[in-house]
């Protein structure tokens, strides 16, 4: 079976499969992480007819061990429902508060990053904002403030977008609404010029329109309007932004990176299944606890040379765990997180949970968003809002 065949049925049963999603119209997060992982199947079995990149020896099985695992990890999204009348919010002042927070926090962000932020808008060289924040001597920020303000802006960014629309819904008094609103989305796009970073460009345009679906429903046809206009204005922009960081990281001529974020990381996932030989025991999700107790780590190694491309999560879980491993592992995750989605009502903290496992597993269709130590960080901003909202009544 050739190469391009095996791609056009990797590409049919996740077309057929958000085919199904939209007509039985149950779960709406499954439903877009299956839409944006059937574009890049397409997209991929297209730039291989093309050429676009080495797709020799591909097999059906690794695609077949692929969507299986990937419709593991979406299961729990199939017990929400709909999240918009489940969420309901009792403490609205310490949700006020939390907001408050998150405003003063981001003016510190802001001054934070403002000087790099500026100094590369200005230039136009984003490849140089690149390489400074990703070298061995990058420095996100000078002090604690500055880096609690960085944890708190991008850590929080999910609850407080979740209230913004919520308030606006069901019409609740609090003046700074418009800037819970707001600002997580700003404040996204001020991180992705900072980091010289494409994604959080597509992060802050996924996540509200993911919001304004949930809503949707709540909204009358003129904000439904505006909002639509909002998102695909902010979305050009972002898109443009996008290029923009390409061609100066790049070059104006290069659209190789095209390719990479549509449908390579298809290939470099195959590969990784169909040729990893040497496992890393869960290195690469468990890295900060392997540094933290002074563990021995085992490089995992793969017989085929991928370089550095987008291994999507599924690839990295199985160069970490193997094929049982990940099998396993994907049902762990499916059992705790079913039995959290499968509440009849949703808190904020709940909605936080929902909405960043979301997010890791749509970003999964190019890498492995987050990691163990991310989400200890999740628990303890939920630590956080839970200590709010027993303080404040």
């Not at 025991?281 to 550095?308: H, L, M, W």
């Amino acid at each position: 079976m050739g190469s391009s065949v095996v791609l056009a049925i990797n590409a049919i049963v996740y077309c057929l499969m958000f085919s199904f999603l939209i007509k039985s119209k149950k779960s709406l997060l499954s439903t877009i992480c299956v839409a944006l992982y059937a574009i890049i199947s397409v997209a991929c079995f297209f730039f291989e007819k093309t050429g676009a990149f080495i797709s020799k020896d591909l097999y059906l099985w690794p695609y077949i061990y692929y969507f299986g695992i990937f419709i593991i990890f979406i299961y729990p999204f199939s017990k929400i429902g709909n999240l918009a009348t489940k969420f309901k919010i009792k403490n609205v002042r310490a949700m006020n508060f939390l907001s408050d927070i998150y405003i003063l926090a981001s003016i510190f962000f802001f001054i934070t990053v403002a000087s790099q932020v500026i100094t590369t808008i200005r230039s136009g060289n984003f490849f140089s904002a690149y390489i400074l924040m990703r070298g061995e001597d990058a420095v996100y920020y000078t002090n604690f403030i500055g880096q609690l303000s960085i944890n708190i802006v991008n850590y929080l960014k999910i609850p407080i977008t979740a209230y913004g629309f919520y308030a606006y819904v069901n019409m609740i008094s609090y003046k700074r609404k418009s800037l819970a609103l707001i600002l997580p989305f700003v404040n996204s796009i001020i991180w992705g010029i900072y980091l010289a970073s494409r994604t959080d460009f597509f992060i802050a345009v996924i996540l509200y329109a993911t919001f304004f679906l949930i809503f949707r429903d709540y909204f009358n046809r003129r904000t439904k309007k505006i909002i639509t206009f909002a998102i695909i204005l902010f979305g050009s922009l972002a898109a443009l932004s996008v290029f923009m960081i390409s061609a100066s990281r790049f070059g104006s001529g290069e659209t190789e990176w095209f390719s990479e974020y549509f449908g390579e990381s298809f290939i470099t996932a195959h590969h990784k299944i169909a040729n990893t030989i040497q496992y890393s025991d869960g290195s690469y999700f468990f890295r900060y606890f392997y540094e933290f107790f002074n563990i021995p780590t085992k490089a995992q190694i793969c017989s085929v040379d991928i370089g550095y491309a987008f291994i999507t999560l599924i690839g990295a879980r199985y160069s970490d765990f193997g094929f049982w491993g990940t099998i396993l592992f994907a049902l762990i995750v499916c059992s705790v997180f079913t039995n959290i989605f499968r509440k009849k009502t949703y808190g904020i903290i709940t909605v936080y949970v929902i909405i960043y496992y979301f997010q890791d597993i749509l970003m999964g269709v190019y890498y492995d968003s987050t990691n163990a130590i991310s989400w200890v960080v999740v628990g303890i901003f939920s630590l956080f809002i839970f200590s709010i909202k027993k303080i404040i009544k």
